[in-house]
Nanobody, 124 residues
């Protein structure tokens, strides 16, 4: 089992920045690819970004490329999502997820472990 706890969400104006954190515990963190998903009201949960178990490869959905950066600190068992140039359409609950194997999967069913989510609200 892997337990994931997100933090760092909040209210920010358009154009601002936030950094989300996801602390992992349980099984060896470095064995898992990690990802961030988000879910806006009335919409399905969607993939945002992922990072390989080694941290040397990342993958992003097109709408956040150049604005968001995913990273991981194995020593701290933590994955981050740095979000810059935020837009109102980025408003959602953001979830951290983990899977063994490749990080190139974007479907929610591909990830076995999930956090409880953290709310991000971007005002216009």
């Amino acid at each position: 089992q892997v337990q994931l706890v997100e933090s760092g969400g909040g209210l920010v104006q358009a154009g601002g920045s936030l950094r989300l954190s996801c602390a992992a515990s349980g099984r060896t963190f470095s064995n898992y690819a990690m990802a961030w998903f988000r879910q806006a009201p009335g919409k399905e949960r969607e993939f945002v970004a992922s990072i390989s178990w080694s941290g040397d490869s990342t993958y992003y959905t097109d709408s956040v490329k150049g604005r968001f950066t995913i990273s991981r600190d194995t020593a701290k068992n933590t994955v981050y999502l740095q979000m810059n140039s935020l837009k109102p359409e980025d408003t959602a609950v953001y979830y951290c997820a983990a899977r063994s194997g490749s990080h190139y999967y974007t479907g929610t069913g591909e990830y076995a472990y999930w956090g409880q989510g953290t709310q991000v609200t971007v005002s216009s």
